[in-house]
């Protein structure tokens, strides 16, 4: 059972720069397509943006687009989500999640798919 850590996060002033990182543990992401989502205080989690795990097709958020960049690395089992010219919107709990799938370009975008998930990372920005 793969188990997935995020890090990265922090405070950061708006216009600012973070990038988190998402750490497997206990099996491979290889065959996993794998994905952001956030929980901002008093709304419901939502995706930020995903990416398969063969030819790195990704998908993202309109609220994200052009901002945000997924990256992986199946060999070293990590992921990683850089957020550039952040705003004081894009603060919550930011998750990693992951699931198994077959088809390598597949990305997948609705929570409920998602088996694995990550204990989440604070990103707060301040205007």
């Known amino acids: 059972q793969v188990q997935l850590v995020e890090s990265g996060g922090g405070v950061v002033q708006a216009g600012g720069s973070l990038r988190l990182s998402c750490a497997a543990s206990?099996?491979?992401?290889?065959?996993?397509?794998m994905g952001w989502f956030r929980q901002a205080p008093g709304k419901e989690r939502e995706f930020v943006g995903g990416?398969?795990?063969?030819?790195?097709?990704?998908n993202y958020a309109d609220s994200v687009k052009g901002r945000f960049t997924i990256s992986r690395d199946n060999y070293k089992n990590t992921v990683h989500l850089q957020m550039n010219s952040l705003k004081p919107e894009d603060t919550a709990v930011y998750y990693c999640?992951?699931?198994?799938?077959?088809?390598?370009?597949?990305?997948?975008?609705?929570?409920?798919?998602?088996?694995?998930w990550g204990q989440g990372t604070q990103v707060t920005v301040s205007s």
């Open positions: 999640a992951g699931i198994r799938v077959g088809d390598s370009s597949v990305v997948v975008t609705w929570e409920y798919m998602y088996g694995t």
């Open positions: 990416i398969s795990w063969g030819a790195y097709r990704t």
């Open positions: 206990g099996g491979t992401i290889r065959e996993h397509a």
